[in-house]
């Protein structure tokens, strides 16, 4: 079995097992969220051996070149030796202004203290001092020179507990990457973009929508912003705002329980969409926020004739007995009517759902999608 | 495998090269997707994947250079067979794709002959 050598200390590798569960297991201290090879928070550097591709998909050439690898998809064929990062893959930030946006969503602004580039609608993996890390997507543009976050606040949740009860304006904290292919990539001006968040999965796309109305985009923008009652519906004065300003973006916010017709649309978002655009042909969409609707517009939208170059998503990330929220309508399969699964999702952080609420199928379903390395992406708790 | 035109022209520069996979390859995802007879077999969660496994499928298809041997043709759908998978899917398939290169407007000719690389891989598909 190969074994790891990190900080004069070796450890076997047990059966398929990657360098951080081998670390965890041997009760070494190492930075970690997603397990999937998504967040980037176990950064490590090789300093001897080989590192299998796979540990470096989606880093940086410059990265790469370092040695630098994710130990959650590191599954060396032999030896390695590894160490902690440099201090130049993770910049120093304070934290500006906390303010909320809702009962649940804080805005976090932080100023870093190097240069530090990125496109709106991209993530960060923010660090605390005590080495906990949680990925969020970068709501602001570059000439803001700030960095927004929207934090949704997730009971026991340590990062945004962290961020709620005890963090104030002027705690520093870290910063890793950015990373993530969803942003908005100037030309094709004139193409018609649709854009589809819920909750937090806002946070990207007012990036995103801002970056193509000041690149200048003269196609149409549509906006669709769910949440789950109209509470949630936060940013809702600046984008009508924004809508009344430019003549071709057009802001539709949706609930999911509601009954003031004309505010707001009311159901489930993927549907309110399609039912308003069945035919997508030549579009460009971005979709972010709850996993199983981002898979589910994902595939609607594909079907609905939008070409999967075109389709850019972000998912938010989520664990296991955090996920879904409130009788969310899942369709699993969106290919036809007699293989639609649907069932209502409880949303854990307020009761524990029954077990006998879910066909066992759509469990293995679910089970299957959070195990999936795609599973979890930014917008953690 | 290569299957050659009467001309030394190769029938995946006939249709186009890797241009018309990626042509093709969003129209022949459509399709499996929304085919009651094999969608069940597409539903991967991860739709990236899924478009690259079928990028992969078609450059093979179309007699392009592809890195598939028998052996992981049949590992690749030995988890299908056990779920059910058959002759009547490997069947669907082929007209599916028959489908979206009518629909791309390539040649009947051509098509047969994409025709007969998929169907040389059914016994390694279904595992026999």
């Known amino acids: 079995m190969p074994t790891v050598r990190y900080e004069s200390n070796s450890y076997e590798l047990k059966d398929s097992e990657s360098v951080l569960d081998a670390l965890l297991r041997n009760e070494v201290q190492v930075a970690h969220a997603c397990k999937a090879g998504s967040c980037g928070s176990c950064l490590l550097r090789a300093v001897q051996g080989e590192v299998p591709t796979q540990a470096q998909a989606g880093l940086k050439d410059s990265w790469k070149a370092r040695g630098y690898f994710l130990a959650c998809m590191c599954r060396p064929e032999g030896n390695l030796t590894a160490t902690v990062v440099e201090s130049d893959a993770r910049i120093k930030a304070t934290i500006t202004a906390l303010d909320h946006l809702t009962h649940d969503v804080l805005r976090v602004r932080l100023a870093c203290d190097a240069p530090f580039e990125f496109r709106p609608g991209q993530y960060v993996t923010l660090f605390r001092d005590n080495g906990l890390a949680r990925s969020y997507s970068i709501a602001s543009l570059p000439e803001e020179g700030e960095i927004e976050l929207h934090v949704r606040r997730i009971s026991s949740g340590r990062m945004s507990g962290w961020l709620y009860e005890e963090a104030r304006a002027g705690a520093h904290v870290h910063l890793q990457g950015p990373s993530g292919e969803c942003f908005y990539v100037p030309g094709r001006e004139d193409q018609p973009m649709l854009l589809i968040g819920t909750g937090t999965g806002l946070a990207p796309l007012y990036g995103i929508v801002r970056d193509a109305l000041r690149s200048g985009h003269r196609g149409p923008i549509y906006l669709f912003h769910g949440a789950v009652r109209p509470a949630g519906l936060y940013l809702n004065n600046e984008l009508k705002a924004m809508a009344a300003a430019h003549a071709n973006f057009t802001y539709t916010p949706s609930v999911l329980e509601g009954d003031k017709p004309g505010t707001f649309e009311i159901g489930p978002i993927d549907r309110i969409v399609t039912d308003r655009f069945p035919k997508l042909g030549g579009w460009r969409c971005f979709v972010c926020g709850d996993p199983a609707m981002v898979l589910l517009s994902k595939k609607k939208l594909f079907l609905a004739g939008i070409a999967m170059r075109d389709i850019h998503a972000t998912r938010s990330c989520r664990r296991p007995r955090e996920a879904a929220a409130r009788h969310v309508l899942i369709e699993l399969s969106a290919t036809k009517l007699t293989r639609r699964l649907r069932f209502a999702c409880a949303d854990l952080s307020r009761r524990t759902p029954r077990r006998d609420d879910l066909h066992a199928a759509d469990e293995q379903r679910v089970r299957n999608f959070q195990a999936s390395p795609g599973a979890r992406g930014a917008d953690a708790e | ?128």
């Open chain 2, 1 to 128: 495998m290569h299957i050659m035109s009467a001309t030394t022209v190769t029938l995946f520069e006939q249709l186009g090269g890797k241009d018309a996979v990626e042509a093709a390859v969003d129209n022949f995802y459509r399709r499996v997707l929304t085919d009651d007879r094999v969608s069940s077999f597409f539903d991967d969660v991860d739709m990236d994947r899924q478009r690259a496994k079928q990028k992969a499928f078609l450059a093979m298809a179309f007699g392009g250079p592809n890195n598939y041997s028998g052996k992981d043709m049949r590992t690749a759908h030995a988890r299908l067979v056990t779920k059910g998978l058959n002759d009547s899917h490997v069947d669907a398939i082929i007209e599916l794709l028959g489908a979206t290169l009518r629909d791309m407007g390539v040649a009947e000719g051509l098509i047969q002959q994409v025709a007969a690389i998929a169907e040389s891989t059914r016994n390694d598909v279904l595992n026999r």
